[in-house]
């Protein structure tokens, strides 16, 4: 089972893999803590070798500097 941190990374990766504009996850309005937000940093982190591989980082990194 997914918990609040898988469910949301999944929705980032989707979303960057996707061709949408928005991203609907707003980090800190769903993660207000900082070690919320470090946890979900670090799974986002799992992924970030195989959006590399796709030519689609630059788009998580640059929503990231957005947040």
Known sequence: MADHYRAA???VIKWTL???RR???EIDEWFPSE???QQLL???YLGKPKLY???R???MEAWLSSQ
Do not use: P, T
């Open 9 to 11: 990374s999944d929705m």
């Open 18 to 20: 996707s061709e949408a």
């Open 23 to 25: 991203c609907n996850v």
């Open 35 to 37: 070690a919320e937000r």
């Open 42 to 44: 670090a799974m986002l």
């Open 53 to 55: 591989e796709l030519g």
């Open 57 to 59: 980082l630059q788009k």
